[in-house]
């Protein structure tokens, strides 16, 4: 009889059913950024494991905060490993570029390397057990891929969900887009919304829609928001936080840019999303010295937010990504 895989359908379940509730040795707190400004981050030290496997480092997508992963912390816990996580700046409970927080606003995307890097220096190095493992959704996910190219020494792989290589256009062409971002910023314009976005506001609509088929889990970061902490709350994206981001994007895609990069990388791609580019992820996968690339059929753009079967599908990719019971070994790259 074969040993069984995990996370085990047990796991799967239980982490399920504690997804809205912190583990008991969680610790929040907050760093300083280079520039001085209070960043948000929580330690999920694994404490009743004797030897942890290493650091699954989370960061999240636009208007995501920590606690949205909690399910997949839980996870990560039961399965020898410790977590962390941070809100990046602009969201969640980290410094607020703009004084409206209902706009999501950055100044330049290389803020969040440079965010992602002190919080290595402050808060991960020296205090969580190696290898350090980064995982992220989305615009975390992108953010990711740029920390490994600026900083190769600080993390070992990375897991990427759904990662933002480039924004899906809508068969709007990215020069017109672009284009238009830059004109709004230009004429002083760039903290207005782009179209089709607004304050926060709950439930499903517009673009909230295309998230995920699951409607309990949909309704985890609205839980979170109405009943913990309003200020966790994102509106929005605006048009100088599209420019950014697009500019971002050009930096990722340029030649001999993404083959620099020579950790493990894991892409797990939604194939129903419309959020971000798929073409996209699938020439980075292509690219990648050590990259691989595994197709999620069904899902929608928020993979970990997506109904049990799927997520089982993630967790089959992550296991052959990753030895689950005896700890990753990249030593062999």
Request: charged letters at 25%; a negative charge; proline letters at 5%.
């Amino acid at each position: 009889m074969s040993e069984e895989k995990l996370p085990t359908s047990a796991m799967l379940a239980e982490a399920k059913e504690r997804r809205r509730e912190a583990p008991d040795d969680a610790i929040f707190s907050y760093y300083t950024a280079t520039d001085g400004v209070q960043m948000r981050f929580a330690r999920f030290p694994a404490s009743k494991v004797v030897e942890t496997k290493g650091t699954i480092v989370f960061l999240p997508g636009r208007t995501e905060f920590i606690e949205k992963f909690l399910e997949d912390i839980h996870l990560w816990n039961d399965m020898g490993f410790a977590c962390a996580a941070m809100d990046l700046r602009g969201q969640g409970m980290s410094h607020r570029v703009h004084s409206n927080r209902d706009k999501h606003y950055v100044d330049t995307f290389d803020q969040h390397i440079d965010d992602v890097h002190q919080f290595f220096e402050e808060a991960l190095v020296n205090k969580m057990p190696k290898p350090f493992i980064l995982m992220g959704h989305s615009a975390g996910s992108h953010v990711i891929m740029r920390f490994l190219h600026d900083h190769p020494r600080d993390a070992d792989a990375a897991i990427l969900v759904a990662p933002m290589m480039r924004i899906a256009a809508g068969g709007i062409p990215r020069p017109i887009t672009k284009g238009l971002a830059q004109l709004m910023t230009t004429i002083g314009l760039g903290a207005a919304y782009v179209p089709g976005h607004t304050k926060f506001k709950e439930g499903r609509w517009g673009w909230r829609r295309k998230l995920t088929h699951d409607d309990d889990r949909f309704e985890d970061e609205d839980h979170f928001i109405t009943t913990r902490d309003k200020r966790l709350a994102v509106g929005g994206a605006t048009y100088k936080w599209l420019l950014e981001a697009m500019k971002s994007c050009d930096t990722l895609m340029a030649p001999g840019y993404v083959e620099s990069i020579q950790h493990p990388v894991l892409i797990l791609q939604a194939s129903e999303d419309q959020i971000v580019d798929n073409a996209a992820q699938s020439h980075v996968a292509a690219l990648l010295p050590h990259g691989r690339l595994a197709p999620i059929e069904g899902a929608m753009h928020e993979i970990l937010k997506e109904s049990d079967d799927i997520r089982a599908k993630v967790w089959d990719a992550i296991g052959e990504f990753i030895d689950l019971k005896r700890g990753p070994d990249f030593s062999v790259l």
